[in-house]
């Protein structure tokens, strides 16, 4: 039964491309932020589901492009020109590598391949998904993903799945991208601004108390996957929510759920912060925290390959090269691991797309009337969301993280839109 559904919504999405092509690009986007051949592998065995989504998607700018409701014009924007670099640069430094080779952890060829297919998709999505319906459906899947992972997430604790947790942690479902928990913490991290801003698009209230209890179950999954990088990125989220929303009642809603939580479940996070600390204090020759030394290695090997870095996945011969037994760790941090491997130029495009965000939110602050706007929602959530992303990559390698990419399509998409009505605004008022 799960099979034949599956065939039959890969039919309607091929029938879609003739009428309505931005589907395409919301089925890929949904099973590539979801994953859900690790959810339900009994139901997608045998049934290559991201070659379908992917093809159709790309088949469905093509038809797009034909029906011109679809534009190449958008690829002249500056932010998806540095995306354009940053991948050119990456391969660039793979070529040119000093350390080509090497051992690594990860195969630079997995990393190139997977950055591969998440640009190329970026670009096919960024083009075709430009329609009011497509906007609002990429986020409405942000509020799916992070309301299905936190009711996985609280289940496995509700129903006693503790083959699931390793050293009192929740893992992500076993083999998928997000197996990590630290990774699947940030996944919900990036979800959190899209539920609660959704509070201001409905008006049901039901809908408004379930979006409210949403939250959260979304804080007690994060402490169940023990990611205390995660909870940082939630609270900051957070405050910046608060800074955007104009009601008085929904911040104090807000600010005091999340104290009444941290003061209920946020000594599980520090208890293990305090064990982490003792067990380091007794190996006395240890770092109290392993990134820090990562960090440090990071840094120094920046310098000594400011242009092309060590190349791709080359941090750690490079590290065990320049600095024998410094550290066996990679990066740990998404800037350094972009500047020494591929070089500062990527690691700089990467600060940059996130100041981008970070800008156009505090441009949206100046603009918006309403919240309840799709354009505002839009922009103001993903930006959110990208600032919480950018915390958790302080901690973790997250190079070919996708929803942060997604994120970005979201964000230029909405606020050119945003952009273009202040723009026409401003002309009708003139005349």
């Known amino acids: 039964m799960g099979k034949l559904i599956i065939y039959l919504l890969i039919f309607a999405t091929g029938v879609s491309l003739f009428f309505a092509p931005w589907i395409a690009g919301i089925g890929y986007v949904l099973n590539s932020l979801l994953q859900p051949q690790y959810i339900w592998p009994w139901i ?27 534009s190449f014009s958008v690829y002249r924007e500056h932010q998806n020109l540095m995306i354009l670099c940053l991948w050119f640069w990456m391969h660039l430094s793979h070529l040119f590598s000093p350390f080509e080779g090497s051992p690594a952890s990860v195969s630079p060829d997995v990393v190139l391949s997977t950055i ?7 670009f096919v999505l960024v083009s075709l998904c430009r329609s009011e319906s497509a ?36 893992n992500g479902p076993y083999r998928s991208p997000y197996q990590d928990g630290n990774v699947l913490s940030t996944l919900l991290v990036m979800c959190i601004p899209f539920i609660i801003f959704l509070y201001f698009r409905v008006k049901n209230f039901l809908l408004r108390t379930a979006i409210i209890l949403t939250v959260p179950a979304v804080w007690h999954a994060l402490v169940l996957f023990g990611s205390r990088g995660a909870f940082l990125a939630s609270a900051i989220t957070l405050l910046v929510s608060g800074y955007m ?52 290695a990071g840094l120094k090997l920046i310098p000594e390959y400011p242009l092309f870095g060590v190349g791709v996945q080359m941090f750690e011969a490079a590290a065990t090269s320049h600095f024998p037994g410094m550290t066996p760790h990679v990066a740990h941090n998404t800037f350094l691991n972009f500047s020494a491997n591929t070089g500062l130029l990527t690691g700089l495009i990467f600060l940059a797309l996130n100041y981008i965000a970070f800008r156009r939110l ?10 309840a706007d799709l354009s505002s929602f839009a922009v103001v959530a993903s930006s959110i969301s990208i600032i919480g992303f950018f915390v958790c990559s302080l901690f973790l390698d997250l190079i070919i993280f996708e929803p942060f990419y997604i994120a970005m399509i ?8 945003l952009e273009n009505r202040e723009r026409q605004a401003m002309m009708e008022k003139d005349e």
């Open 44 to 70: 997608f065995s045998g049934i290559p589901i991201f070659r379908i989504t992917a093809a159709l998607a790309i088949l469905g700018l093509v038809f797009a492009l034909v029906q011109k409701k679809a």
């Open 116 to 122: 591969n297919s998440i640009l190329i998709m970026y």
């Open 135 to 170: 906007i609002i459906y990429l986020c409405y899947i942000f509020v799916a993903i992070g309301v299905y992972y936190a009711y996985w997430a609280n289940m496995a604790y509700i129903n006693q799945e503790w083959y699931r947790f390793t050293n009192n942690r929740l």
């Open 245 to 296: 929303i104009s009601s008085r009642k929904i911040k104090v809603i807000i600010g005091v759920s999340f104290c009444c939580f941290m003061v209920y479940q946020g000594a599980l996070l520090l208890d293990r912060a305090a064990s982490t600390v003792a067990e380091d204090n007794v190996q006395t020759e240890g770092a109290i925290n392993p990134r820090l030394i990562s960090w440090e």
């Open 362 to 371: 505090i441009r949206a602050k100046k603009i918006i009337t309403s919240l």
């Open 410 to 417: 979201i964000n230029i998409l909405a606020y050119k839109r």
